[in-house]
């Protein structure tokens, strides 16, 4: 991790600094957009962001990577260990995990509720029981744990100028329309695990079922029912992006660049999802270079706006965008011509 990020936290004792610049690897490595947006932040909050994810994509990992080679019994009781591990590191502040460990000092210095990250372990165990989801309403309560309650749990860190009870909703719902258009994007790949998230509802009332999905996936060829599945689905996930938005508003005007950045990266997603014709079965779509940084450089010159205005309005001076604010692993804000997943 940056010596200036953890600098600018006060994170000094070398353990803890070491525990988040783990989770700042798991970021760049797995969360590209996540990444990229919270390269856009004040320097001292983005440990926590890195403590937050890094925690989630260790517990999804989990899951995931020991789906296909572990037994059952065996992967649940990797879950219950990381339990124990979060419990006793929220607990008593350390933990042998260096996720865990971060992820504590990270909740207690925002006091996040612990009940979001005990909500988030029920998804993911979960998902090692449930393979499919009826309604939307039985996907919903899954998605309470495993995405709106990372909105919930980001909102301390981000700050808001409104009660943090009236911004919640709308941090909510943004984790829900990230998670939906992870779904959307991998629908391919957790049918190879096993899984669909797509709502049996949604699939029935065009025609569409689990055998369908797998025959389009095995043969590479496209059904109709199915686009027309999908793109309901795209629908569906474009109107909980439009419930979130009012959200972005009532954060802290510092970290508003961000959370912008990420929201309209990831409804890039579903225009490429679309302008692939709703190959998502076939193949996962993703966001040119050139679109990323666009939105990047956008979102820098709303993030030195803020600091302008923030001068301007008689608040303490803030410190200038650092070199290290690049708003890609790069730094480049020129466009770049290949493409990389989002």
């Given amino acids: 991790m940056s010596a200036r990020e953890l600098d600018a936290a006060s994170i000094t004792d070398p353990a803890l600094r070491a525990a988040y610049s783990h989770c700042r690897r798991l ?10 947006a919270t390269r856009l932040l004040p320097l001292e909050r983005r440990p926590a962001v890195h403590a937050l994810y890094g925690f989630a994509r260790w517990a999804d990992d989990i899951v995931d990577d020991l789906e296909v080679t572990t037994a059952p019994t065996e992967r649940s009781l990797a879950l219950r260990r990381l339990d124990d591990q979060l ?14 460990t971060a992820l504590a000092d990270t909740a207690r210095r ?20 449930v393979t499919e989801y009826p309604t939307y309403r039985d996907l919903e309560q899954y998605m309470h744990g495993s995405a709106a309650v990372i909105g919930l749990q980001m909102l301390p860190v981000l700050g808001t100028v409104v009660p943090r009870a ?7 719902a943004l984790g829900v329309a990230f998670q939906l258009t992870n779904f959307l994007r991998d629908v391919g790949e957790d049918l190879d695990r096993g ?21 389009s996936r ?14 309901a689905a795209a629908a569906f996930t474009r109107g909980v992006y439009r419930t979130a938005a009012p959200g ?47 939105v990047a450089c956008d979102g820098l010159l709303r ?40």
């Fill in 195 to 215: 899984r669909t998230y797509l709502p049996g509802e949604l699939l029935a009332a065009h025609g569409v079922d689990r055998t369908l999905l797998h025959w």
């Fill in 110 to 129: 925002y006091a996040i509720d612990p009940q979001h990250f005990s909500d988030f372990m029920t998804s993911m165990r979960q998902d090692l029981e």
């Fill in 303 to 342: 993030l030195a706006a803020a600091r302008l205005r923030h001068r301007t309005d008689g608040g303490p001076a803030l410190p200038p965008v650092p070199p290290d604010h690049a708003p890609s692993p790069d730094g480049a804000c020129a466009p770049p011509s290949r493409k990389e997943p989002v």
């Fill in 248 to 294: 972005i508003a009532m954060l802290d005007p510092v970290a508003r660049p961000c959370i912008r950045t990420a929201f309209v990266l990831y409804g890039a997603i579903l225009d490429a999802i679309a302008d692939d014709g709703y190959a998502v079965l076939h193949r996962r779509a993703v966001v040119s270079r050139r679109r990323r940084a666009t």
């Fill in 87 to 100: 419990v006793q590191g929220l607990r008593t502040g350390s933990s042998s995990e260096p996720v865990v």
């Fill in 27 to 36: 970021n760049a490595r797995h969360g590209r957009t996540y990444f990229l």
């Fill in 166 to 172: 009236e911004a919640a909703p709308h941090a909510a």
């Fill in 218 to 231: 095995t043969t590479g060829r496209t059904d109709p029912r199915v686009t027309e599945a999908l793109k």
